[in-house]
């Protein structure tokens, strides 16, 4: 279990995502390749254009596959996704499940997250229903998760003192927070902009 500060708020525990991470680090490496080369050997007819693409799809692959992270504090279920960060009342959950993506449901609507998943073959045959498990490090590790937010979840709500789907669940101040993701915004629109431009040049 992590010992962190993030925003001056403990961490709980943080999970580590079930896949896309070497593809991200494959597609980022190529990317930055291509970007140098494309520099290198600019002066002997090396098509801009290449280079843009190469840009925006290193900054993409960032933005969507390594930078969602999905952590827990002592009342919040965080996931940094690539637009947005958003803060979820534990207390607040009212369904969650993981499938091919880690899905909850609060304040009335549904929150995504990529970093925890199944595979489609697993989300088929997994019989095992939500929290029947005690989490333990040898179980499969979206089991692992899905059973330790459960725990979370549970123990917020018995701290708030409501019911899942109840009316003083759904009356809990501050139930979700959104804050947006300039920075990799801000790049993909950068890059974005390179690559009209090389493609106009």
Known sequence: MARLQDDHTTVVERFHATSGRVTGWMTVAVAAVVVMAGLAYLDDGFPTWVIGAALLVGVLA??????????????????????????????????????????????????????????????????????????????????????RLYDLVDSARTAAGVRPGSPDQLALPDAVRREPAWLPLGLIAAAAVVLVVTLLV
């Open 62 to 147: 960032w933005a969507a596959m390594l930078r969602p992270a999905l952590w827990a504090t002592g009342d919040h279920l965080v996931m940094r996704n690539l637009a947005e960060t958003v803060h979820i009342r534990l207390a607040a959950v009212e369904e969650m499940a993981v499938r091919q993506v880690l899905a909850v449901r609060a304040a009335d609507r549904r929150w995504v997250s990529t970093v925890v998943g199944r595979s489609w073959r697993k989300t088929i045959t997994s019989r095992q229903a939500p929290g029947e498990a005690t989490p333990h490090q040898d179980m499969p590790y979206a089991d692992f998760v899905e059973n």
